[in-house]
């Protein structure tokens, strides 16, 4: 695929004149459009970036139908909503112009220039970097260089914050070693040194001892899913530590893990028998290594060893954490929990798991639910006390 076709004006009104893709109108509409003259590899090219446009909207929105993409630059965009969070978080900072060390087809630097930051975009990639320079093109604050950013003045740019999201993936496949990553993770930590304020984009994995001591790293997680984390350094680390960022149905809400150096473990917590109310905390909480804090708050403990279920004796409503209130506890195999289902009614089911082998989509098979049956509950298969087990419960 070459983006460059697209971006002439023949290419650019062909696509524009595009309806919304559907995958069964592709043939007829390719026919069409070749009556009408048009090359059919424009054609291709068109109808390809109309369907990554079509599922670009998943993190861009609205603002999809006017972008460029590229297939492996939507899978590694920063999706709009955490793009806005890194954008607002260099804006807190005091931070005026950001370098974008490999932008990619460049969502974050899209929400750096729309936040009214000026950004130079440095991407290797021929198709991303054409991308990128269409999709900043809105912005006079916003200049793009196609070249590798290793050969490139960095200084002379004259921006005094970096970002860096480094590409954690190569042919489809995640790569798990950050000195893999491209640029590696002691090239990011190293050119966060050039600048006052950084921001570099790692796996919610990062291992606590490869992180500086003096940085801030921040989960982030969107509607339950984690989705990065961000290790800020200079003047965009707010203080040294470790903290969880969840957007909730747009809403923002802090938890900060009490660790004053991001590097140390977090402390395993003792175990208590099962109470009244079983509470999963937020995904970002977890990888932040908060749990001590969260437990402190609420009054909580782990419901065994190293697992991150937690059990108390009053509800909680907040953000970090999700609360259901314990029912009965089952042996953790199907005869059971299906004979115990039943003679509740219950015919719906959400199945967690943490700690056990159980594969809940072969576990919901095995269950025969009735779907005749109004009740519904949630199962959390895990270890009480060690013991495997299954909570029948409900979500409050
Ligand atoms: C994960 S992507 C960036 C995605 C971007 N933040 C976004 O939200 O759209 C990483 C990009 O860095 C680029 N890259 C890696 N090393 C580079 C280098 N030395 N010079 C320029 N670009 C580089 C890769 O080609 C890739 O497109």
């Known amino acids: 695929m070459s983006i460059k076709n697209l971006l002439t004006d023949t290419g650019a009104q062909l696509l524009n004149s595009l309806p919304s893709y559907r995958e069964q109108d592709v043939f007829s509409l390719s026919m069409k459009l070749r009556a009408e003259g048009y090359d059919p590899q424009l054609i291709s090219e068109a109808l390809t970036q109309a369907r990554l446009r079509q599922k670009a909207t998943a993190k861009f929105g609205d603002d999809a139908s006017h972008l460029i993409f590229t297939a492996d630059g939507i899978e590694q965009a920063t999706r709009k909503e955490v793009a806005t969070i890194h954008a607002k978080h260099f804006i807190d900072a005091h931070c005026s112009h950001i370098l974008d060390f490999g932008c990619g087809i460049g969502a974050d630097s899209f929400s750096f220039a729309s936040h ?84 570099i984009k790692v796996a919610p994995g990062i291992d606590y001892s490869l992180l500086p001591r003096h940085c801030h790293v921040q989960w982030i997680s969107v509607n339950g899913d984690l989705v990065e984390a961000v ?99 089952i042996d953790l195999n199907p005869k059971a929990l299906r004979k115990e289902l039943n003679s509740r009614g219950i015919g719906r089911v959400e ?46």
């Not at 798990?176 to 050039?194: M, N, R, V």
């Not at 009490?258 to 509470?279: A, N």
């Not at 959390?380 to 299954?390: D, E, Q, S, V, Y």
């Open 231 to 329: 290790i800020w350094l200079g003047n965009a680390s707010p203080r040294p530590g470790r903290s969880a960022l969840i957007i909730k149905n747009g809403i923002e809400h802090q938890f900060d893990s009490g660790y004053e150096d991001p590097r140390i473990p977090s402390i395993e917590l003792e175990p208590r028998e099962l109470g009244t109310f079983i509470f999963e905390p937020d995904p970002a909480v977890i990888r932040s290594g908060s749990i001590s804090a969260l437990a402190k708050k609420y009054g909580l403990a782990p419901v065994s060893n190293r697992i991150a279920y937690m059990t108390g004796d009053c509800p909680i409503d907040a953000p970090e954490i999700s609360c259901f209130k314990v029912e009965t506890v």
């Open 116 to 199: 009214g930051l000026a950004v130079t975009s440095i991407e290797i990639d021929d198709d991303a970097a054409a991308a990128a320079s269409f999709n900043l093109s809105l912005y006079s604050s916003a200049t793009v260089i196609h070249d590798d950013a290793n050969n490139v003045d960095l200084a002379a740019t004259g921006a005094d914050a970096i970002w860096i999201d480094p590409a954690r993936r190569r042919n489809g496949k995640r790569i798990k070693d950050p000195e893999q990553w491209y640029p590696s993770f002691s090239h990011t930590l190293e050119l966060a040194t050039q600048f006052n304020a950084a921001g």
């Open 351 to 396: 199945i967690k798991k943490r700690g056990t082998d159980v594969v809940p989509e072969e576990l919901r098979k095995k269950l025969k639910l009735n779907p005749k049956h109004p009740g519904s509950a949630t199962i959390i298969a895990t270890p009480l006390l060690g013991k495997h087990r299954a909570v029948l419960a409900h979500r409050q």
